[in-house]
């Protein structure tokens, strides 16, 4: 089985999450071992972590870089980062180490085209939107999305930095649902959750007028089979 290397800890629930998902799906699908993962949590300043999210600069990158070949020199044999938004940095991770990188955002675009969707609901930080880490994609192939208004997504953004602070509000809840029923008014036949720290509040257990889809987990699932692939 091949060693995963998952660059985490942005935020570290969701990192914690996307550990255990790949830990137990192994074990369905491979009752012989546990699976090889090397977690390395970037130790960025909290300070960072708020600018990236609320304002949309970024100072992670010699993080990122630092802890990618960290994961190299402990012999993972490709790398993962359960966050979206880091995915802006994802070209200079791969050109700092010589091993695989896999990206959220390909994962996600491979599985939606598995579907019928007519039009994706994008759910993420302002970073994420701004920085076109998903419209680019979309826009490439032929994707159709709606994203929430701009006092909507700066009510995410904080609502976002709550759930990396470990911090699960009941209105935070009840907001994130408001949120979709504008993006469903506005058409969308699906939601995208591209924040994978959003997962934390699963919307997706007392809504079922309209599937949601959780990128983290998708990209949980592309993992494992690229360890198990012998």
Same mark, same amino acid.
């Given at each position: 089985? #091949?060693?995963? %290397?998952?660059?985490?800890?942005? %935020?570290?629930?969701?990192?914690?999450?996307?550990?255990?998902?790949?830990?137990?799906?192994?074990?369905?699908?491979? /009752?012989?071992?546990?699976?090889?993962?090397?977690?390395? +949590?970037?130790?960025?300043?909290?300070?960072?972590?708020? /600018?990236?999210?609320?304002?949309? #600069?970024?100072?992670?990158?010699?993080?990122?870089?630092?802890?990618?070949?960290?994961?190299?020199?402990?012999?993972?044999?490709?790398?993962?980062?359960? @966050?979206?938004?880091?995915?802006? !940095?994802?070209?200079?991770?791969?050109?700092?180490?010589?091993?695989?990188?896999?990206?959220?955002?390909?994962? &996600?675009?491979?599985?939606?085209?598995?579907?019928?969707? #007519?039009?994706? %609901?994008?759910?993420?930080?302002?970073?994420?939107?701004?920085?076109?880490?998903?419209? !680019?994609?979309?826009?490439?192939?032929?994707?159709?999305?709606?994203?929430? +208004?701009?006092?909507?997504?700066?009510?995410?953004?904080?609502?976002?930095?709550?759930?990396?602070?470990?911090?699960?509000?009941?209105?935070?809840?009840?907001?994130?649902?408001?949120?979709?029923?504008?993006?469903?008014?506005?058409?969308?036949?699906?939601? &995208?959750? &591209? @924040?994978? /720290?959003?997962?934390?509040?699963?919307?997706?257990?007392?809504?079922? /007028?309209?599937?949601?889809?959780?990128?983290?987990?998708?990209? &949980?699932?592309?993992?494992?089979?690229?360890?198990?692939?012998?």
């Amino acid at each position: 089985m #091949k060693t995963l %290397g998952i660059i985490g800890g942005v %935020g570290p629930a969701s990192t914690a999450e996307f550990y255990l998902k790949i830990s137990y799906d192994c074990q369905k699908r491979n /009752d012989i071992e546990r699976p090889a993962i090397v977690i390395a +949590s970037v130790p960025a300043p909290y300070e960072v972590e708020r /600018d990236i999210i609320l304002h949309n #600069k970024n100072g992670y990158t010699p993080f990122l870089v630092a802890e990618a070949k960290r994961l190299q020199k402990a012999d993972a044999d490709f790398l993962v980062m359960p @966050c979206n938004t880091l995915h802006c !940095d994802i070209e200079a991770i791969r050109n700092a180490v010589s091993i695989p990188v896999m990206s959220i955002v390909d994962t &996600a675009i491979a599985y939606i085209r598995t579907k019928a969707y #007519k039009k994706i %609901g994008l759910m993420a930080t302002a970073a994420t939107v701004e920085r076109n880490i998903y419209s !680019d994609m979309f826009k490439r192939n032929h994707i159709d999305f709606q994203v929430p +208004s701009a006092q909507e997504q700066e009510e995410l953004n904080k609502l976002i930095v709550n759930l990396v602070d470990g911090k699960y509000l009941e209105c935070d809840r009840k907001y994130l649902h408001g949120v979709i029923d504008n993006l469903k008014a506005q058409g969308v036949d699906c939601i &995208a959750l &591209a @924040c994978t /720290d959003l997962q934390l509040l699963k919307p997706e257990e007392d809504r079922n /007028d309209i599937p949601i889809f959780d990128t983290m987990a998708i990209l &949980a699932e592309a993992a494992l089979e690229e360890m198990l692939r012998t």
